[in-house]
């Protein structure tokens, strides 16, 4: 099922009433673990301090999203949209599917940066890029991910 917002529904309810799978039987075997691990993350620079990439926005989910851009152009794929607050964006593969491209899960479909993000020195001197979840609209026509980003801006 999508998850394309913040708790799941657009209320916020973080509640799927149709789950199945994640039964309390289900999530206490050994069955239950990660089922992969995506490649490093981007880590920004800014100045001589480098910043490894935090999500701190909840990832979000989506069936047979089809790629349009970068390497995996005009293919389909479960995919998990990830933010970090490096003010990077990225599809990963979600699932070894049968069927599907040959592609393992974990992998980076797409990323995108959205700029250089501020250090308020907060959290640690984490940067403070991406910090809320993105959006993905389903009913627009391409589907869109809508993001909130703080970056460094040139000032005139």
């Known amino acids: 099922m999508n998850a394309t917002t913040f708790h799941y529904d657009p209320q916020r309810t973080g509640w799927n009433s149709n789950e199945?799978?994640?039964t309390p039987n289900n999530v206490s075997g050994p069955q239950f673990g990660p089922l992969w691990n995506s490649e490093p993350?981007?880590?920004v620079t800014i100045g001589s301090t480098t910043y490894p990439p935090?999500?701190?926005a909840?990832?979000?989910y989506v069936d047979n999203v089809q790629i349009t851009s970068g390497a995996y152009a005009g293919q389909q794929f479960h995919?998990?949209?990830a933010a970090t607050?490096?003010?990077y964006v990225y599809a990963i593969n979600?699932?070894?599917v049968a069927g599907s491209p040959g592609v393992p899960a974990g992998t980076i479909l797409w990323r995108n940066g959205l700029g250089t993000p501020t250090n308020f020195g907060l959290d640690g001197g984490v940067a403070m890029g991406v910090l809320g979840t993105p959006v993905i609209d389903l009913n627009t026509t391409p589907p869109r991910l809508y993001v909130a980003a703080d970056v460094i801006t040139d000032t005139p």
Do not use: E, M, Q, R
Request: proline share 5%; hydrophobic share 55%.
């Open 20 to 22: 199945a799978v994640l």
């Open 94 to 96: 979600a699932f070894n």
């Open 41 to 43: 993350l981007d880590a």
């Open 85 to 87: 607050t490096n003010d």
């Open 58 to 60: 909840t990832p979000l």
């Open 54 to 56: 935090h999500l701190y």
């Open 79 to 81: 995919v998990v949209f």
